[in-house]
């Protein structure tokens, strides 16, 4: 018996005995996006080059980032280069002071960011800047073309035809959209393409900031209303439809449509070279009128407010905010930069900068209600997975949104 | 002797054959995912992979540093099975053998350490270990692991050490033994069933837990085999093929530990069957 | 024990056996205070404060745990209680109920042991993310075999979204952790029964006793301590419920919480999520500290009464 124990107990000293060094200093860079490591672990290598600054990037899994920056912040500690989310996320760590400000002069042609996207790398109570935004992300509907040229199909021009789209479509044997609602944010997400064309987009979302609405709104219970009037083209079995199986469907051309945000085109192009696919606009209501698309600050690159390598990180940061950087960024990743003027040579790609540019709304939740809990994202993804389900009506649904965003929000109080 | 069988026992043997099913399926799907693209995992996820193909295994070597991961990984779930198996041992057999005024405390006490896991005491850990010197080491890890898996081993092994006969220690005190030869030549080796169990049951979460790591490890030197294996997991993009690759080969030290562990217990019951 | 040799004493023992208690003790003790209790006790007064992100601001009194008791928390935190106290029941009967019969059958020598021995506990050593994967997969509703065998033979109407239908995915859910956890307590009733001393065993049968007598009358009773153990750890990880429904279900709970538990609660509470939470740490640790007591006070109890039942029987 001892020698089980024993041979436990040798294992172990012997393994502890070989242990550590230490690492040379340099500035450290964390993200959520493992996916991005060799990009980034590239950008490094191109600033050394530049400026003799070492660069380490450690990335995270996407779910546990916060549980991980946020112990090391809480201790005193944490990366110098912090890539922040947007809005709430970031506003809070800025407003607890965890943020180096930035003066737009200390991070050369910051001044030339569009307003929309600087102001996600705001605090919600400092409202000084705390970021260098790195990407924009906009929502839409991608579809596949030889399905729609199989069934004979023109691009609807009006939301009208896109639902009589997906009713001939799903007559003609082909899943009309790829969508599930076993993720609640890919619910949201597609609340982000179809509501704003029913709550008013721009003008409902200034005046429901503003307090002068709430979302008790017969407009917003109209837009919640439509969403759940496309579960009949949505897949067999869509409340068990998560994400990865929305994809799947679209990638393999086993559904026409799939709602979605420009973050998925890097992702399609990977899966299937082949897939011929584009992307618009939810259609407007009537003939010839404007479109609208949500569109929000992905997130920005912050610096620790501990850091003991401010003139470096802030010089990091000008790369980061630079054309070079911002067209290798939209080219290698397939992702929308936020560095302001450049063009892609994705079609795809550049019709979803296009779009943004002339067309965009604030995507409602994220950046007007995600700053306190319960967030408003996170009652209309749960609202509308039981609007969905038919458990709950949009009416209910509205009245809880706007209930549970009372909690906190003073202007909705009282209302 | 041939003895007839009876409908129980058809019973239980069909109950044991339909559990093989039920597990082996799934695990095959699971093998069979390692040499497939991710694509190929969700369009047809149960069949057979369209060509025998390593590239995933070789991704997970190679982006993954395996062979280092897999070092710290042992170091680190050793060392900590180490600790809890001898003083969760000795712990245990304090509570389980002894009568004293604190005993039910005491057991109360470690009783309450297993409702603490460590995720729910995250940030104050990370800052009592900084203040420790211990972030980014194993030791860190270790002696964080062993302190959370030493409340189950205790109150296993005090479960167990009660229900040996009274007279055994007794005895061996009557010829003289030490207390300490009392527990190491003629209590532990009585228990060697509920050690194996401990083992087992302590190391499971240890190896495949990635959420400390995580936290408390950044130098990539240090990493674990689970925390080292995240990197594909994206945003956007999983690498479902080499976490399947990565996750299999992950789970082979668990599954010889376990026919290690379970070939010491099979031995420890016929032992004890022949002494009668 | 003759006092007059020993007179003085320590723990109330004699002072050498004292000593001894207390070295076999301070390890696992001194451990355990410094790297469990200690940053359990502050996480616990965590709920105390008022927080700015991760920074700790004024005494705050009570007021998370009236912020928890109110709305619209004091819902989410009673529907997860009630999924918590589901999970406990069903997987008490039937994960234990499971448990004990496959261990009864391991322990009568079938042929083909060691293979046994090894399926019935395979899924325990595996890492949860395959687990939760390759079940998402199964009870996937477009590509999983369940689903095409139950339209295959014509059950349209069964063929449901298992996991993702409010009415079946917490049921869903505490299969595929039976599926994941039978096996331990399977191991820990097979020790325990090998435990048991062949004579009682033969007296019984001599006696004329039945197979099923035996079970219920010698066996049963004397696996008392083994259940203490599986119930009272039963107890617990229903309780602190979290890696499955995390991996499976995400970190609120899908669809519109039908699978939420207490620790899914505490940890988007805590560190806030990616696609819908803000991190608020007091409130966070106020489940935590309701979560703690009620999961402590079970415990307490379960445990002395186990222990005072095992001593009886």
Redesign the interface.
Known sequence: ??R??LS??R???L??A????A?AQSL?FWS??????EFYDDIARQFEAQTGIKVVF???????????L????????GPDIIQT?AY??LA??A????LLPIVSQEVKGLDKFPRTLLNAARGYKDKRLFGVPFATQTLGIFYNKALLKKAGMELPQTWGAFLGTLEKLKKAGITPLAN??????TL?IMFGVVGPNFYGSTGFYNEVVGGKRTFNDPVFVRALKEEAQLTPYM????????Y??M???F??EQAAFFIGGS??I??FR???PKLDFGFMAAPPLVQGGRPWVSSFADGNYSINAKTTHKKEALEFLSFLASKEFGQQFTDKLAQISAVPGLTSKDPVLSQVIELTAKYQTPYLMLVGF??????G??LL???L??LL?G?ATAEQVAA?IT??VA?WYAPFQGK | MRRRLSGLDWLLRGALILNAIGVLSPLLVMLVSAFKSTREIFASPFAPPSMLSFQNFIKVWQVGQFDLYLRNSLIVTLGALALILLFGAMAGYALGRFRFRLNDVIYLFFLAGLMIPAKLALIPLFVQLKALGLLNSLWGLILVYAAGGIPAAVFIMAGFFRTLPSDLDNAARMDGAGEWQVFWRVMLPLVRPALAIVGIYSAIPIWNDFLLPLVFIQKPELKTLMQGLTVFFGQYQTDWGALFAGLTLASLPLALLYLLLSEEFIKGLTAGATKG | MSRSSHPRRFLGLRLERGLWLTLFLAPALVLMLVFTTLPAINALVYSLFKWQAFKRGAFAGLENFQRLFAYPFDQQFLRALSHNTLAFVVLLVVQTGLGLLLAYALWKHPPGLRFFRVTVFLPVILSLVIVGFLWQLFLNPLFGPLNKLLHGVGLHALALPWLGDPATALPALLLVNVWRWVGFPALVFLAGINAISEEYLEAAKLDGASEGQVFRHVILPLLAPSFTIIVLLTFIGSFEWFDLPYVMEGVNGTPAGATDTLALMFYRLAFGTVDAGISDVGLGAAVNTVLFFLVLLGAVLGALYLRRREVEG
Request: aromatic share 12%.
């Open positions: 018996m001892s089980l124990m436990f107990l294992v172990g000293i393994a502890l070989i242990l550590g060094t690492l450290t959520w996006r493992p996916e991005d490591k450690t990335a995270y899994k996407n779910t546990d980032y916060n549980t991980a946020s112990s090391a912040l809480a201790a005193g500690s989310r709430g996320g809070q760590l407003d607890a002071g965890y599930g609602a076993k993720d609640g944010w949201e897949p067999q079995g869509f409340m068990g439809v998560g990865d199986d994809r799947t469907l990638i393999n973050f998925e890097g992702y990977a899966q299937n995600r700053y306190q809990n319960p967030t994202s996170f993804q749960n609202g997975q039981s389900d458990k809880d209930k549970g909690t």
